[in-house]
Structures are given as C-alpha cells and as structure tokens.
C-alpha cells in the first residue's frame, strides 16, 4: 500500500461500494465536496508510445508514476479509429453511428464543414452541470467548428484551443505531407479560440501544449473552491510534430519522442498543481488518446506496441489505448486487464459525481466506478468496432471476429470481406495474427447474434459529417 493511509482508504472504499448501490458516490467526512474530473485526451498516441505501457527510448517518467499511483489499463478502447468520431464517443457515451459523427465519405470534420455534434446530444458537461461543476474544455475540438457547435454550446462554460486538427488550414501550393514532415507552425494557419472568438490565426505550435497546459493550471486553481471538469484535449502528437525549446533533441527517440515527452511534463505539471492545492485526494485524472499511430508518417508516427497496425483501422492498434486512472487515496493502484471505454467515462463520472445519466438516450457506455473503487469485474463485455458507419469488427471476451478488415489510415487500400469471420483469440494473440475461425464454430456463432442483435436494435443517426448546410 501507498504512503497514504490505509484504513481511510479501505473506509472510502465501503462508502463508495454502497453509494454505488444506491445510484450515487458519498462524499467523504473530511470534505462535503463532489469529486473533481480531469480527462488528458492525447492525439494519435500510439499504445507502445509511453515507457510504462513499454516503449524503450521514450521517457515518461511522470506518466509511469501516474501508473505506479493508480490503475493501468491494458485493454481500454477509444470509441472510434479517427479523431472526430472517437471524440463524440468520449464525450457522450453513446457509438458515433447514433449521433451520426461518422461518415464512409468524410471520416473527420473539415474547415469547410458545415455541421457538428448535434445540439440533441448530451456531453459529459452537459450530464455535470446539474451537479453544480465549472467545465472547462481546452484543447482540440474537432466536433464542429462554427458557432452551433463549439464547446460553449455543449456544456462547457469556457473553451481555448484549436477547433480541428493542427494539419489543416495548409497554406494553398503546398504538398501535405511534405510539409507534415518538414513542419514549420507559420505554414498551417489553424484558429485558436478563446470561448466563441478567434484570437490568433495560426499560432506558433511550437507553444501549443505549453500554453494548454498553463491554461488548465489556471483553471484548476480558479475552480479549486468549486467541483470541476476539465477536459484537456491535446493537439499532439497528431502531425505535424511541434516541440518547445525545452524538449528539442530531448528523447533518443527523436522528433516524435520529443513531443511525448512534453506531453508527459504536462501531466507532471497538472499533477503537482493537485498535489501543491490540496485537491489530489479530490480529484480523479484520466489519460488516454483518441485513436492509434498514424503509421503512414514513419518517424513521424507512433507505435501500437504489440498489436496490429494503427490509426483508421478496426485492428487493435487503431482503437486500443494506453489509459490511466489515478485518484490517490481513493482508487487502489493496480494493473487493470478487463475491457474498458472511453464510451465508459460519462456514465462514470455521472456515478462518481451524483449526476444523472442523459435521459431518453442510449448509452454504450458502462459504469465502471466498481472497477475503480472496489474489486469488482468490469461490466463491459463486448467491444463494438465501427468504421465509418459500417461494423467491421465484435469482440465478446477475449474473441473478436472482423467481418471487415482495411488497412491503415493514409493510403488507398482495399476493403475486405471475410466469410466466415476472421477469429483471433486476444488474450493468446494480442497482435491478431493467428486466425481460429476454423476451429472455433460456437464463437463465431454466439459473437454474429450478438452483432445481429446490435444492428437490429441500432437506430443510426444522419451522417452529420457530410452536411453542406448549417441548420437552423
């Protein structure tokens, strides 16, 4: 056991047992207020990219402490392998089909995209504000750009960042990946937003996680008297790669490992600003990433450790991420290997926070606040692998069958339809290379009644992704 005391720990963990039972989390004797939430969303962080989840040569040394304090996951999935779509899932609980931010002919948002995440959508903020939390959103967007659908029209009370992704707005002429590889910040002239303003076009990118991570710093202390969300949602290390002057030539990993080392300070620095506020043992800080390496970059992508390619595919290494959960005092430091979501964050944090669950709404997502705060097997069984708007992939277990299989994001490759199922056993072969199929008949029929009953059931929402005009 940690330095901290044991028997308030074990005392924390009968009260939130029974308040889980009753719809809700107690709060401790020492303090009547609600738990503060924190999401660190990185950016085509690839599984393999940190040292604690065993990289070599990239040292996140404030990560792995992270890890070492609280629960590492190993089989926690994003909602989807592309940032726009994996975004909604995050924030809403709910697959991207249902909301329709996912598209088979826009797989991202674009500047010159005319919609976003539905007004009839429910965010995490959304689910909080009821309980009475400050929400703030820092970071990347990428679910709507245009007035309808910013960050202050979804539950939160304030928002700076960049509303897409930091390749776009590429000067006119100039090659894309070229220039993704040979990054200077003038060169993409992307908006940074204060709230419903554009302050900068084209900020220097060089300052970007610095200047996200001084922002959150700031709200944290002005929140500290108050419960709070903040969801800070990196640009990084989605390309072009942008480092400070401070980690140039930092890692041996190179350019790449130099900005997951920024990206660890950061956590370092949100960290010790709880630990220096007294709000550590108040505050549960999640960190995870959008969707796998982008692989077509080489260099300039990450790795998916053991599993199978990366960004854009229904394959492990586009949509298992390395995910921690830490809450000193409160949750027990341990390696997690059950399945898990960024789908499960909302109906968590409405747990752990006393707030309700959107009404009326589907929800893919799972309460996993047993896992976190007792003993308890997470509830999650099944993982659904979307896309675009078609499901390629159903895992049940430690078995997952692909329907459809296409190669990584970035390049023209064809997609594949297999009859029967590809098969692989997960737990002996995390990196899918050994199909079972032939010898494993009963699996593959009790996973296609799952799928057939999940697309029976599944309402689709209207692809938002490819509107031309801005609803009224």
Known sequence: MPDYNRRRFMQTLSMSAAASLGGGFACSKRSAKRSNIIVIFCDDLGYGDLSVFGHPTIHTPNLDRMAQEGQKWTHFYAGASVCTPSRA????????????????????????????????????????KPAGYHTACIGKWHLGHLPPFLPTKHGFDTYFGIPYSNDMDLIAGKPYYETCVKPRSELFQVPLMRDEEVIEKGPDQTKLTKRYTEEAIAFIKNNKKNPFFLYLAHNMPHVPLFRSKNF????????????????????????????????????????????GPWLWFNQHGGSAGSFRNGKGTTFEGGMREPTIFWYPGRIAPRLVQDMGSTMDLL????????????ENKVLDG???????????????RTMYYYRGRQLYAVRHGRYKAHYITQDCYGGPHPQLHHDPPLLYDLGEDPGEKFNIAADHAKILDEIETIRKNHLENLVPGEDQLTKRSIPR
């Open 347 to 358: 109906p968590t944090f409405c747990a752990l926070a006393g707030a309700k669950t959107p």
């Open 89 to 128: 899932a995050l924030l809403t609980g709910r697959l991207p089909i249902r909301s329709g931010m996912c598209s088979d002919e826009r797989r991202v948002l674009f500047p010159d995209s005319r919609s976003g995440l539905p007004q009839s959508e429910v965010t995490i903020a959304e689910a909080l």
């Open 248 to 291: 140039t030539n930092h890692s041996l990993r190179g350019r790449y490992g130099d900005v997951i080392e920024e990206l660890d300070w950061s956590v370092g620095q949100i960290l010790l600003t709880l630990r220096k506020e007294k709000l550590a043992d108040n505050t549960l800080v999640v960190f995870t990433s959008d969707n």
């Open 366 to 380: 799972h309460d996993l606040s047993p896992v976190l705060f007792g003993n308890a097997s997470s509830p999650r």
